[in-house]
């Protein structure tokens, strides 16, 4: 085990050029991102997710167009009955990420992605009867307009994000933060 971490180790600085050829102009990226959203205390089974995949191109100067598809799950407890509501919502957005700091071996970058998202939000609602047990689930659901503002680090192919999404129209909840774990290939 300790020759595999040597290895490791003394091997990491040379891999450095080859992630370099990396972030060319007119070269594709896919990225997956999982991660969880808003609310982080345990308490109340508040505990959302996040998934993301997104697709794009970069030019000259290390930006690129970003189309994302992205799918949220969340929790909201009820203060009055003691249930909870189930919030969903599929998104697909086409943004801009821009390059706001970058390193000399193009392995590190710092970047802000802004988006108009189109989402599709359901709600269940939980109905109690005189018993109060849960009978059934009837729920809304319709079509949004918002967007994504965000900040990404990316220790190539490593990604941290953090994004905060408005949905000024939405029956729960106008405002979500999305933290993030991905990876990024490139093609």
């Known amino acids: 085990m300790r020759r595999i971490l040597f290895f490791l180790l003394v091997s990491f600085p040379s891999l450095l050029p080859a992630l370099a050829q990396v972030h060319l102009k007119g070269q594709r990226f896919v990225?997956?991102?999982?991660?969880?959203?808003?609310?982080?205390?345990?308490t109340k089974n508040q505990l959302g997710i996040n998934a993301l995949i997104s697709t794009g191109r970069y030019n000259r100067q290390y930006n690129a167009w970003k189309l994302t598809v992205s799918y949220v799950?969340?929790?909201?407890?009820?203060?009055?009955?003691?249930?909870?509501l189930?919030?969903?919502?599929?998104?697909?957005?086409?943004?801009?990420?821009?390059?706001l700091w970058r390193n000399a071996t193009r392995t590190r970058f710092v970047r802000g992605?802004?988006?108009?998202?189109?989402?599709y939000e359901t709600v269940g609602n939980?109905?109690?009867?005189?018993?109060?047990?849960?009978q059934s689930s009837a729920g809304?659901?319709?079509?949004?307009?918002?967007?994504d503002v965000g900040l990404e680090l990316e220790w190539s192919p490593i990604?941290?994000?953090?994004?905060q999404?408005?949905?000024?129209k939405s029956t729960l909840q106008p405002f979500h933060t999305l933290l993030s774990i991905g990876w990024r290939f490139h093609q």
């Open 31 to 42: 990225e997956v991102q999982a991660g969880l959203t808003d609310d982080f205390r345990l």
């Open 73 to 84: 799950h969340k929790q909201h407890a009820l203060a009055d009955s003691g249930g909870n």
């Open 86 to 99: 189930t919030l969903r919502q599929f998104g697909v957005g086409w943004g801009y990420e821009f390059n």
């Open 113 to 119: 992605v802004v988006q108009p998202t189109v989402f």
């Open 126 to 134: 939980p109905q109690k009867t005189l018993s109060d047990t849960l």
């Open 140 to 147: 809304t659901s319709r079509f949004l307009l918002g967007g």
């Open 159 to 163: 990604l941290f994000s953090v994004r």
């Open 165 to 168: 999404r408005w949905l000024p």
